[in-house]
């Protein structure tokens, strides 16, 4: 089954301990993206890889890291985080970059920040 | 920049009825595409209908069509007879073409918060 699969889908933590949301996907897609929905707001843009290697920010990249060293994979890492990075997070992918084919959304991470 | 407007932060509606959900957007781009997508109370993502920009005719999906206004950048969802199920937040999201083709971020609206009641 093709799918986006996020984890963890739930997590309380406190501030400043380090945390990981792992994505990954089953279809080979080339581009990969995070994004965070807090209420009233939508949906905003953290990161996105265009391809293995390659990532770039988004429109709201502050106090988040990520990385791409293999195709299926896109960790989104909280090096230090603080309670304004609650939220629920979703990763998404699409097969090729340059297509108008829609994206593909994970279950989503909600994630709380004491 | 682009930008997407959703100026309805909630409806509701009767079952079996229709409803219009609103959407503008703001860009200089001639070419670009259009999604609407749901969000059940489960919180998935799901693709409801999209419209390439430079298609005249309006796209539907069984009870879901839309009605896009280029000129006035406007792309409403209609949902006929609606159902229980149809109980979701809704995104407007844009999408811009460049000359290598589609590049991948979406831009959301806010999102509209619809309820059919029984």
């Known amino acids: 089954e093709a799918q986006v699969t996020q984890n963890p889908r739930y997590l309380i933590t406190v501030t400043g301990k380090k945390l990981t949301v792992t994505c990954s996907q089953n279809m080979n897609h080339e581009y990969m993206s995070w994004y965070r929905q807090d209420p009233g707001l939508g949906l905003r843009q953290i990161y996105y890889s265009m391809n293995v290697e390659v990532t770039d920010k988004g429109d709201v990249p502050e106090g988040y890291k990520v990385s791409r060293k293999e195709k299926r994979n896109f960790p989104l890492i909280l090096e230090s985080p603080s309670p304004n990075q609650t939220s629920l997070y979703f990763c998404?992918?699409?097969?090729?970059?340059?297509?108008?084919?829609?994206?593909?959304f994970g279950d989503g991470t909600r994630l709380s920040i004491l | 920049a682009q930008t997407v407007t959703q100026s309805q932060p909630e409806m509701s509606v009767q079952e079996a009825e229709t409803v219009t959900l609103s959407c503008t957007y703001d860009?200089?781009?001639?070419?670009?595409?259009l999604f609407w997508y749901k969000q059940p109370p489960s919180r998935q993502m799901i693709l409801v209908i999209r419209?390439?920009?430079?298609?005249?005719q309006n796209a539907t999906e069984n009870r879901f069509s839309v009605n896009f206004q280029k000129a006035a950048k406007s792309f409403s969802l209609k949902i006929s007879d609606s159902q229980l199920g149809d109980t979701a937040m809704y995104f407007c999201a844009f999408m811009k073409h460049d000359t290598r083709g589609s590049q991948g971020n979406l831009i959301f609206g806010k999102g509209t918060k619809l309820s059919v009641k029984p």
């Open positions: 419209q390439e920009a430079y298609k005249q």
């Open positions: 860009t200089s781009e001639s070419n670009y595409y």
């Open positions: 998404a992918s699409k097969r090729q970059t340059y297509s108008n084919q829609p994206q593909h």
